[in-house]
């Protein structure tokens, strides 16, 4: 079932039935992008789930430390996140992929092709691909998470329908 959007008759276009919100392991970019995708579209009124997956993740390990810390220090708890893989039920005609970079859209294009119009850059209207901060340091984590709260507010803004997401493919 598609939703339709908040805004009313004057924009009847469907929003996504889901949203996945999709990075590399699924335990730093993606786990964040989840939690404030959720709070976003929950305070609009607009009520789709939202899950995240990984393209090669680190299955049943918790969000990186770093991202809970961050993450806590907005008042969200990502602290009972574990890693899940992208699977390809949760590749439908009406699921909407948000991914963090170009390579991670190119490789789902590559095993999922005729549902490619469905995949686009969480940061495609808020400055490109987010940098995977695995690994990093506190700083590489808050810019990952300072990019990615500027994609979720430029993404409910200007592209948040299943149509505008052709028009957006990295």
Same mark, same amino acid.
Request: charged content about 20%; hydrophobic content about 45%; proline content about 6%.
């Given at each position: #079932?598609?939703?339709?959007?908040? =805004?009313?008759?004057?924009?009847?276009?469907?929003?996504?039935?889901?949203?996945?919100?999709?990075?590399?392991?699924?335990?730093?970019?993606?786990? #964040?992008?989840?939690?404030? @995708?959720?709070?976003?579209?929950?305070?609009?009124? @607009?009520?789709?789930?939202?899950?995240?997956?990984?393209?090669?993740?680190?299955?049943?390990?918790?969000?990186?430390?770093?991202?809970? =810390? @961050? #993450?806590?220090?907005?008042?969200?708890?990502?602290?009972?996140?574990?890693?899940?893989?992208?699977?390809?039920?949760?590749?439908?005609?009406?699921?909407? @992929?948000?991914? #963090?970079?170009?390579? =991670?859209?190119?490789?789902?294009?590559?095993?999922?092709? !005729?549902?490619?119009?469905?995949?686009?850059?969480?940061?495609?209207?808020?400055?490109?691909?987010?940098?995977?901060?695995?690994?990093?340091? !506190?700083? =590489?984590?808050?810019?990952?998470?300072?990019?990615?709260?500027?994609?979720?507010?430029?993404?409910?803004?200007?592209?948040?329908?299943?149509?505008?997401?052709?028009?957006?493919?990295?």
């Amino acid at each position: #079932m598609v939703a339709k959007r908040g =805004q009313g008759a004057s924009d009847p276009r469907p929003l996504p039935a889901r949203v996945v919100a999709v990075c590399v392991g699924n335990v730093c970019r993606s786990p #964040m992008a989840e939690a404030l @995708l959720t709070i976003a579209l929950r305070e609009r009124g @607009l009520g789709v789930p939202v899950s995240s997956a990984g393209v090669r993740a680190c299955v049943g390990l918790p969000a990186d430390p770093l991202s809970i =810390q @961050l #993450m806590a220090a907005r008042g969200i708890d990502i602290s009972g996140h574990r890693g899940r893989q992208l699977l390809p039920k949760q590749v439908e005609s009406d699921t909407l @992929l948000l991914v #963090m970079s170009q390579d =991670q859209a190119q490789w789902i294009r590559r095993q999922r092709g !005729r549902l490619a119009p469905q995949v686009a850059a969480l940061g495609h209207f808020s400055g490109g691909d987010i940098d995977d901060p695995v690994g990093g340091t !506190r700083a =590489q984590f808050a810019r990952a998470l300072a990019e990615i709260e500027a994609g979720v507010e430029a993404w409910l803004e200007h592209g948040w329908v299943l149509g505008d997401a052709a028009e957006v493919q990295t």
